[in-house]
Structures are given as structure tokens and as C-alpha cells.
């Protein structure tokens, strides 16, 4: 059978993690530009997944270095609510992460993105989703 | 009189009551409770009888005491008002009354999230003092709450419960006399472990004088184990267990024997604070221990009899 | 204003399982504010339920919209063609929003998709806390302003009882004693007489113990012709 390649979303804040994404082409992942953390609503997240996503990352500012007030603190609480949701649904609370990576630092992103892309991979496509 | 029950007189006579509390079971016999109740007939002159202690269900208090008042023993039926409202705390009055109980105690209850059935309906449609007013309205002014009238009278003795360890502390004694003023007569205090808080407190209290309109009996409950106390000193709200009291437990060799040991001396010293009229000992689990700590008190026995 | 939280997704998907066409109507007023039932709460919730579908395997058309208030008929009447495109509605409103929804459009089904808390305000962000039980019959003139009946686990009006320690309610570490809040306020004020009064029993026929309960006002009510 072969390999298992997931579709995977990165929700990245345009004053950080979306530069650095910009720098970078890893098959399988689309980078979403968002205004900022604070923009984020769970309702973006769970749209990523029934647009196809098996995977969604937030990405935002470094703690303290917000361009606003708080924006990445923010999508981090959204994210745990939103890993809430999945879990009751079933689909699993690892098929979302946060993680805040600086605008000049795409090797973080590229690790960070990498690294839940193979979790992913190990995890096979989302139960019960008829793939699209 | 006002209801002429055993421990009225003791009380009334001067005399420094005793009474033992019995917590009826959790199933349909009532063996034990009774058995507790004839071990300790030479050493108590009354005999609490919880109601729903805890929040834990239990066969009900008035069918106990009328047990005991069946066996000649003297009960004193205590009612929380979390699980009746006014119209079954009225019929559970009368209903004692008739059958020969005389001595009803009114507590507030713990709460029902805290004890067997946390999923319950708390009913709170009356508070105890307000409890304690209607008693006194059914037995002085022949009124029930609503302003109807009872078509025999009521003989009551009431009773109600004082905490000198719950907060906030400086307005305890005004609550108490409050309660006095709703119609108690008799009260019981917490289980006391922490001696000078108890003391501010009944200092307070002989300062107004309260001690002179109602009888005040102290609580005392013989710690079993560590555990158990450390339990009601982390747990248990309106509790104070002072770190010299779970020292000398930890360090005791029979922990027992020491628990029965600090009970007997804190008697001691309570009948040694000024405005204490009787002690109830609330041996939780432990009641075949009452006679012997009532005996190792010293002066206490024999009981006063009446005819 | 009313208090909710959303009902656990299992129990929204359990009961919205067998319908095709779903619309999920969020309300904007109380529920909005307190972040369970909006707009965005509804989007939130018709994009989990769709998920869950396709997980499932079990397609859904559906939905999310909302209304300014579902407690009033006329916030109602501007949707009414468009709710009756679907099988189901599940209404982020309030136990009254839900209710009005039913009884104005009585031909669907609507079911709730929070639990009506309480009567509240927030507290901070992120923390609401009950402070009115709505028992008809307001005592805060005798407590200056915090409600026995609410802020005490036991609704007692002379208290506060042998669990109260040092502020705190017997019922659980979190709770303030509302007596001792009482006692602390009429103290600040120079009140504290009024901890000696003895308040009697509660009427509680105005509360819900008099059964539901409706309140008719003829000065305002609108005669024809008028
Ligand atoms: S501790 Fe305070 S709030 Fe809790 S039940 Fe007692 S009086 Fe009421």
C-alpha cells in the first residue's frame, strides 16, 4: 500500500509565520495567510477540515512580540478550544497544534510543519472521512 | 415546661446535662442505632437523632425517635430544612409531637452536593432560624406558619446548633442571638477542638449573656484516627482542628486510646468555661465508647432521674 | 442578562442525526455576549455538525444564521420564509428564545443547542456568575445589594450558616460565602443592624413555586382602536 500523503493547512498570522512560510514549499501543506492570532476564529479551524485538511497548525508571533495586543496568546487559547471540539467529534485533538515561530525563522517553521506533517502520516487519514 | 421531655428537666434543674447523638442506618433496621441507644441509657439523659447527617440518606429521624420514646428514652429529633419544606417540617412536628418526641432540633443541613445524593433538588424554603420561629409561634401562639391554627397544642422543647468555628468569627455571637431570639432554647456547638477560639467565643457569650437565656451544650467528638482527623481539618467546613491536636494523635502509640483520652480531658475543660450547661458527645461511628468517656469524665454519673 | 453554554457536541449530533436540512440559528442578544450562542457560535457549531456528517458518512445541507433576538416574534418574522426551507432548526437562543421559536413556528422542529444557564453577568472575560434567581419578590434592600437567595448555596435569609469559612462556601472552595459578602458589605456601610433582624419565611408563590408565571400590564397592552 502505498505511503499516506496527508493534506495539512497552516494558519499563519501575516506578521510572523507567514513570511517565513513564504520562504518555503513543503508539498502537502497549504499556508493561510490570517491577519493576525486575534482574527482567528475556531470556525476557520474546523472550516480548514471539512475543506479537506487532515491537519491544521496555527502559527503566530513569539510570546510578548504580538504586532497587536496578544493575537498569538489568543490563537493559542483557540486552538485548545477547538482541540476540544475535535476530540468530542472523534477526530482527535493531535490533528491540531499551535506553535509560534518569528518572521525570519523558516527553519522553525519548516521543522515545526514537518514534524506534525509525520505525525500525521502515522495517524492515516482522518476515520470514517470520505476522501474527497 | 414547655415540653417536659427528660433533658428539659436535667436543664431546668441545673443540672450539667449529657447527651449522646445515634445516626440511624442506611438500610431498613434499625438495630444498631437502638443497640447504641441501651448501651448508653445509664450514662446520657438524651439522645440526638440525626437527620440525613451528611446529606447521606438514612431511615428518618422522627421514625427513630419514636423508638426511643417507645423504650422510654428521651430523643432529641433533629430536622434539616435542605430536604423538607415548611409544610413537611410542620407535619413532621406535629407527627413527632404526637407520638411523644418533645425535643426537636433545627439545623440547617449540609449541603446536598456534599453528601449521597448530589444530584438533589435542595429544598431551603425555610432557613432553621426561621424554623426555630415557627415551633415557637406552633407552641406559644397555637399558630402554624401560614397563620392557621393547630387544633391541639404543641409542647416543644427547641433546639438548634451554634458554631463558634465557622466565619465570620466576630459575628457568631450575634448569630446566636438571633436564634435566641427566634425561640431556642437549648443549643449545641460544633465539634470543638480548638479550646481558645472556644473560649473567646463563650467569653463573648457570657458577656451578652446568652448563657443565662438558653442552655449551651458542648460538642465533642473523640477523634479515631489521623486520618480521619485530617480529613475534617482539610475537609470539613466549620471545623478547626489545631496542629497540637493531630501532633499528639501522630504521636500516640494507640491512637484511639489517646483520641477517647483528649475527648475526656476537653469535657474536663469545658466544664471548667464559664456558660456550659451539658456536653453532647457525638462519637461519629464510635458510639459504643459513650459510657466510657461519660465515666472517665468523673462527676457525671449517676444521671438524675424524674418520675 | 441569561447565561448558556453550549450543549455537549455528542448530544447535538445525537439529536440532529436523522435531519438532512439543518439551519443553525444563533441569537445575538444575551447569548451573543456571553460567547455561547452568536453568530459566530453558530457558524462554529454547523461547521463541527457538517464534519461530523462527512465522518460519518451521513451528508447534511446546512446552515448557520441569526437573529437579533429569538424571544420576539418580530426579530422572528424577518426569517420565517427561510427557516421553513429546512428540516430542523437548532437554535443557539436561550430556553425562551427556543420556546418563542416553537410557538411561532409551530409546524418545525427546533431544538436547543445550549443549556440556559443562569441569570448573570461576566465577571471578567471568560467568567460568568449568577447573581438572580428571579423569585419575584427582591430582597436586596434588606442586604444592600447582593442576593441571598442567589449568592447562598442554601438561599438562607439569616445567615450565614456553620460552613461558612473564612469567606467561603461549604460547598466548594470556589464559591464565595454569599454571607459572608453580605456581612462584609453591611459592615463597610455601617449597617450592620440589619444581621440582627430576623427575616421570616420567603414568599415563594411569586417565584416559580407558584407556577409559571406571566405578568399582565393593561396600561401598556394595546387596545384596538386605539
Ligand atoms: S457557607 Fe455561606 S453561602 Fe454557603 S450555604 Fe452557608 S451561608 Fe450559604
Known amino acids: ?132 | 415546661m414547655f415540653a417536659g421531655s427528660n433533658l428539659e428537666k436535667v436543664l431546668s434543674n441545673g443540672h450539667f446535662a449529657v447527651t449522646g447523638e445515634l445516626g440511624p442506618m442506611r438500610g431498613t433496621d434499625l438495630g444498631p442505632c437502638l443497640e447504641h441507644a441501651e448501651h448508653m441509657r445509664n450514662h446520657v439523659d438524651a439522645y440526638n437523632i440525626t437527620c440525613n447527617q451528611t446529606a447521606v440518606v438514612r431511615i428518618a429521624s422522627m421514625a427513630a425517635a419514636i423508638k426511643l420514646v417507645e423504650r422510654g428514652m428521651d430523643p432529641v429529633m433533629q430536622m434539616t430544612v435542605r430536604d423538607r419544606n415548611r409544610i413537611m417540617l410542620q407535619a413532621d412536628i406535629l407527627g413527632g409531637a404526637a407520638c411523644g418526641v418533645g425535643n426537636f432540633l433545627c439545623i440547617q443541613g449540609d449541603h446536598q452536593t456534599l453528601g449521597s445524593e448530589p444530584q438533589a433538588k435542595g429544598v431551603y424554603d425555610v432557613d432553621s432560624t426561621q424554623l426555630m420561629r415557627i415551633i415557637k409561634n406552633m407552641r406559644d401562639e397555637n399558630v402554624f406558619a401560614s397563620g392557621d391554627k393547630l387544633e391541639a397544642p404543641l409542647k416543644a422543647f427547641i433546639g438548634g446548633v451554634v458554631n463558634p468555628f465557622a466565619d465570620p468569627f466576630e459575628y457568631r455571637v450575634d448569630r446566636f442571638a438571633k436564634k435566641i431570639e427566634a425561640g431556642v432554647q437549648f443549643v449545641q456547638t460544633q465539634c470543638i477542638y480548638d479550646m481558645d477560639r472556644l473560649k473567646e467565643y463563650m467569653k463573648r457569650v457570657v458577656d451578652k449573656g446568652l448563657h443565662e437565656k438558653c442552655y449551651i451544650m458542648a460538642g465533642i467528638t473523640p477523634l479515631k484516627a489521623v486520618g480521619a482527623a485530617m480529613y475534617m481539618k482539610n475537609n470539613v467546613a466549620g471545623i478547626i482542628i489545631p496542629d497540637e491536636i493531630v501532633a499528639r494523635l501522630k504521636g500516640a502509640k494507640d491512637k484511639k486510646k489517646e483520641g477517647l483520652k483528649m475527648a475526656i480531658e476537653q469535657i474536663q475543660q469545658i466544664r471548667e468555661i464559664e456558660g456550659f450547661k451539658g456536653v453532647h458527645i457525638m462519637a461519629i461511628a464510635w458510639e459504643e465508647m459513650v459510657p466510657h468517656i461519660v465515666e472517665e469524665v468523673g462527676g457525671l454519673l449517676p444521671r438524675p432521674k424524674f418520675d | 442578562m441569561i447565561i448558556g453554554e453550549r450543549k455537549p457536541l455528542e448530544e447535538v449530533f445525537n439529536r440532529t442525526d436523522s435531519f438532512k436540512k439543518i439551519c443553525v440559528l444563533g441569537c445575538e442578544t444575551c447569548v451573543a455576549v456571553c460567547l455561547a450562542g452568536g453568530d459566530k457560535e453558530a457558524q462554529e457549531t454547523a461547521e463541527a455538525i457538517k464534519m461530523h456528517r462527512e465522518q460519518t458518512n451521513n451528508p447534511v445541507e446546512i446552515k448557520a444564521s441569526s437573529i437579533q433576538r429569538q424571544c420576539e416574534y418580530e426579530f422572528i418574522d424577518e426569517v420565517m420564509e427561510e427557516l421553513k426551507e429546512y428540516d430542523v432548526i437548532l437554535s443557539l437562543a436561550c430556553g425562551v428564545g427556543v420556546q418563542t421559536m416553537a410557538t411561532k413556528v409551530p409546524e418545525m422542529f427546533i431544538l436547543p443547542g445550549l443549556n440556559t444557564s443562569f441569570l448573570g453577568y461576566p465577571l471578567e472575560q471568560g467568567v460568568w456568575m449568577e447573581n438572580c434567581k428571579a423569585c419575584g419578590d427582591c430582597v436586596l434592600d434588606r442586604t444592600y445589594g447582593i442576593c441571598p437567595v442567589t449568592r447562598c448555596s442554601k438561599s438562607m435569609m439569616n445567615g450565614p450558616c456553620g460552613g461558612s469559612s473564612e469567606g467561603i462556601c461549604e460547598v466548594s472552595k470556589d464559591t464565595e460565602c454569599g454571607w459572608a459578602l453580605i456581612y462584609d458589605r453591611l459592615k463597610a456601610l455601617g449597617k450592620l443592624e440589619y444581621m440582627d433582624e430576623i427575616i421570616p419565611p420567603k414568599n415563594w408563590s411569586t417565584s416559580f413555586h407558584g407556577g409559571p408565571r406571566k405578568i399582565v400590564r393593561e396600561d401598556v397592552k394595546i387596545v384596538r382602536g386605539e
Open chain 1, 1 to 132: 500500500m502505498a505511503e499516506h500523503s496527508p493534506s495539512m493547512v497552516t494558519l499563519c498570522c501575516e506578521n510572523s509565520a507567514f513570511l517565513a512560510a513564504e520562504k518555503t514549499n513543503l508539498p502537502g501543506v497549504k499556508a493561510v495567510k490570517i491577519p493576525c492570532g486575534a482574527q482567528l476564529e475556531h470556525v476557520h479551524i474546523l472550516r480548514a477540515f471539512n475543506q479537506g485538511a487532515e491537519g491544521v497548525m496555527v502559527l503566530a508571533c513569539l510570546k510578548e512580540n504580538c504586532k497587536h495586543s496578544f493575537g498569538n496568546d489568543r490563537a493559542e487559547k483557540k486552538v485548545a478550544y477547538v482541540k476540544g471540539l475535535l476530540k468530542d467529534m472523534g477526530v482527535g485533538e493531535d490533528r491540531l497544534a499551535y506553535a509560534p515561530v518569528a518572521a525570519n525563522n523558516e527553519i522553525k517553521y519548516t521543522q515545526a510543519v514537518k514534524e506534525m506533517y509525520e505525525k500525521l502520516k502515522e495517524m492515516g487519514p482522518i476515520e470514517g472521512k470520505v476522501k474527497k
